[in-house]
């Protein structure tokens, strides 16, 4: 059952698993039983302190407690763990950092004025941002890697040259290049995106080239291009702008696919929770939308395309592809 004063409560549980994961915890606490003081001396902690953590991550089923005082990761906190093959840990980190938890503060303010929240508080865009904190950008980087490999699966690949734009450090195009041996591939995207790629696209290195640049200035040419979890950083007019750059380089024949979010038709959809809870992380982050099919339709017609399919979700996820042919 809904409970308001839980859901009120909610940044609650959200800093107890930053914290945790900050200080390294899941990691330690996978190896077996330890002490809370034992820990406290491993972690550099308080060990009071330290003790009345644990006791909230074992009533939130993240660890479990071996009685008198000893603690170890349970089975769901696992994926807290860096190398889990579902690991959350960078996103948990990018949600619970000091500057992100700000912007979730200024939330009032971005429903009272239409401004993005996180440049209401630290005066410059999320990517501005990203591009002078190496560290928060490393985090961001990896927290976007979390659960994209996997949509790799579901991706049909129309054509030989798969441009991703925006594809970060790289991991959907390795995965689709390992998947389809015939294609070839171009990463583009800004030097901090692209800063950990040659690792991630190391075994499919032969068949793909890494490009720096702006995707409001040109994109490279491609049979098929890749707009994963783009769209939804921007507004309309900025999303055609893009857009727009993409159709002069989509080759004759070739297809657009665009992998995020649709905003379901009606708010009782299985996936809507997710779609809007997005949709509000945008108004936080970036100034951007989640959308529906129609307004895709919109935005792709703006820009010389045609809406021709629309997936079924990804794996249960509220992520589909759109896909868009050249007028
Ligand atoms: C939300 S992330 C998505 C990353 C990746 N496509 C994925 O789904 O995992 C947005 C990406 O757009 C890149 N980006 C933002 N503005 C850009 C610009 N003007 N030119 C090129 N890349 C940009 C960021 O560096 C980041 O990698």
Redesign the pocket.
């Known amino acids: 059952m809904k409970n308001l004063s839980a859901m009120a409560f909610g940044f609650a549980g959200s800093q107890i698993l930053y914290a945790a994961t900050k200080l390294g915890l899941p990691e330690v606490l996978a190896r077996g039983p330890i002490t809370a003081d034992a820990l406290a001396a491993r972690v550099e902690a308080d060990p009071d302190a330290l003790r009345r953590l644990l006791r909230a991550l074992v009533v939130l089923d993240v660890a479990i407690e071996i009685p008198p005082d000893r603690y170890a990761l349970s089975a769901f906190g696992q994926p807290l763990r860096e190398g889990h093959p579902r690991s959350i840990r960078s996103s948990v980190l990018l949600l619970g950092d000091p500057a992100t938890w700000q912007a979730w503060g200024a939330l009032t303010s971005a429903v009272r004025t239409g401004e993005t929240a996180w440049d209401h508080v630290h005066g410059r865009p999320l990517?501005e941002h990203?591009a002078s904190s190496q560290e928060l950008s490393g985090i961001f980087?990896t927290a976007?890697?979390e659960g994209?490999g996997q949509v790799a699966e579901f991706v049909r690949i129309p054509g030989r040259t798969v441009v991703?734009?925006?594809?970060?450090n790289g991991?959907?195009l390795a995965a689709i290049l390992a998947r389809h041996p015939d294609a070839e591939g171009v990463l583009?995207?800004?030097a901090?995106?692209t800063a950990d790629a040659p690792a991630v696209l190391r075994d499919v290195a032969d068949r793909c080239r890494i490009e720096n640049?702006?995707?409001?200035d040109a994109v490279p040419d491609g049979d098929v291009i890749i707009l994963?979890?783009?769209l939804h950083?921007w507004d309309d007019d900025t999303c055609v702008r893009l857009l727009r750059g993409c159709r002069k380089s989509l080759r004759p024949g070739g297809r657009l696919l665009v992998?995020e979010p649709v905003m379901p038709g009606s708010l009782s959809a299985p996936e809507a929770s997710g779609v809007v809870m997005s949709d509000i992380a945008m108004l936080v982050y970036t100034g951007g939308r989640e959308r529906t099919q129609p307004e895709f339709a919109a935005l792709l017609a703006a820009a010389g395309f045609t809406l021709t399919q629309v997936s079924e979700r990804l794996g249960g996820s509220p992520i589909r592809v759109v896909e868009a042919a050249g007028d």
Do not use: A, C, P, Q
């Open positions: 990517f990203l980087n976007m890697r994209t991703d734009v925006g594809g970060g991991t959907l583009f995207d800004s901090e995106g640049g702006d995707f409001f994963k979890g783009i950083d992998i």
